[in-house]
């Protein structure tokens, strides 16, 4: 268990529909980062926030839209979801922004029918 | 931005052998190098990682090196076993940009017992 929670474990939507990603970092760790999994492009950086602040910006669609809230925990908004969205999404984090050691969560499945 | 380039792609050794994996980087200000193992289904999970002010890193029948000047490292597993098999991943970070992991294609190993 890498003390990193994410909800929901699966989520299946349709197409057009937007979600929210729940993520819960370790227990002292202000860092958190989104990234998506799927099999044509490997592991992507999305966003990351520190402290409840957006610090650093990857390859994220302007459909996606992230937050930190004041208990540190984060949402990952997707919307007008299209089947190419489906993938594994993960949140990771990690003490500071830092070079530190990030510890991922177990992903959320999303899978766009 | 940074880019990883890992290979092999696949990697299939007998029980007992060992396994190396090596992955280059472009950005000479990356300076935080882990090594992820994800299995099936699951979370990438941080096996060993180095520093660029470290050249050599070992842990039990794991080792990392790291070559800053040709900008590459690599992983050595010695003594492989069956649970050795699953996907490796290398990345890249540094402070520059916000501690974000780039992460290589990934390196699928298969254990033959």
């Known amino acids: 268990d890498s003390g990193v929670t994410q909800t929901p474990k699966h989520l299946i939507t349709a197409t057009g529909q937007r979600v929210t990603l729940r993520c819960s970092p370790r227990s002292g760790d202000l860092s958190v980062y989104w990234y998506q999994q799927s099999l044509d492009q490997g592991l992507q950086f999305l966003i990351q926030y520190y402290n409840g602040e957006e610090r650093a910006k990857g390859n994220i669609l302007e459909r996606f839209s992230a937050q930190q809230f004041p208990d540190l925990h984060s949402e990952l908004n997707l919307s007008s979801l299209e089947l190419g969205d489906s993938a594994l999404y993960f949140c990771?984090?990690?003490?500071?922004?830092?070079?530190?050691?990030?510890?991922f969560g177990d992903g959320t499945r999303l899978s766009i029918l | 931005g940074e880019n990883v380039e890992q290979h092999p792609s696949t990697l299939s050794v007998q029980e007992g052998d060992s396994a190396v994996i090596k992955c280059t980087y472009s950005?000479?200000?990356?300076?935080?190098f882990p090594w992820y193992k994800q299995e099936l289904g699951k979370r990438p999970q941080l096996i060993i990682d180095i520093r660029s002010n470290v050249g050599e890193k070992k842990d039990q029948r794991i080792a990392v090196t790291l070559n800053k000047t040709a900008k590459h490292f690599s992983l050595h597993i010695t003594e492989t076993q069956p649970e050795d098999s699953a996907v490796y991943f290398c990345?890249?970070?540094?402070?520059?940009?916000?501690?974000?992991?780039?992460f290589g294609g990934g390196t699928r190993v298969l254990v033959k017992p």
């Open positions: 950005d000479s200000a990356s300076n935080y």
């Open positions: 990771a984090s990690s003490l500071d922004s830092r070079e530190q050691p990030q510890h």
């Open positions: 990345a890249a970070s540094g402070r520059a940009a916000g501690n974000k992991l780039t």
